[in-house]
Nanobody
Framework: VQLQASGGGLVQAGGSLRVSCVAS????????MRWYRQAPGKQRELVAR???????YYADSVKGRFTISRDNAKKMVALQMNSLKPEDTAVYYC???????????????WGPGTQVTVSS
């Protein structure tokens, strides 16, 4: 099982970006899917989470600006980021709880990260 993110890049403050992440490999089910971010010199933080049923959670710092969504058929989670600020600059990581055919329990998987840079 692997997670592969795409999107990200460089944008001016106030602009928008979308990052997405697709799970691949042999899997039975995907529960929660999440986006984390880590800025230089800071700890990794949870940005948004979406359950398999579609319930969402957002960090206070991104509420009203970011939207997390998922497509269960495509095994994909996306993060639409609007009204971006320089403080949103970070490496963004997707994360998911996945039950694979080779495991009896859900395991947490991480994507490799994608850079988002917001210039002022």
């Amino acid at each position: 099982v692997q997670l592969q993110a795409s999107g990200g890049g460089l944008v001016q403050a106030g602009g928008s970006l979308r990052v997405s992440c697709v799970a691949s490999g042999s899997m039975v089910s995907i529960n929660a899917m999440r986006w984390y971010r880590q800025a230089p010199g800071k700890q990794r933080e949870l940005v948004a989470r979406i359950s398999d049923g579609g319930s969402t959670y957002y960090a206070d710092s991104v509420k009203g600006r970011f939207t997390i969504s998922r497509d269960n058929a495509k095994k994909m989670v996306a993060l639409q980021m609007n009204s971006l600020k320089p403080e949103d600059t970070a490496v963004y990581y997707c994360n998911a709880d996945i039950l694979s055919y080779s495991s009896r329990h859900f395991r947490e998987y991480w994507g490799p990260g994608t850079q988002v840079t917001v210039s002022s």
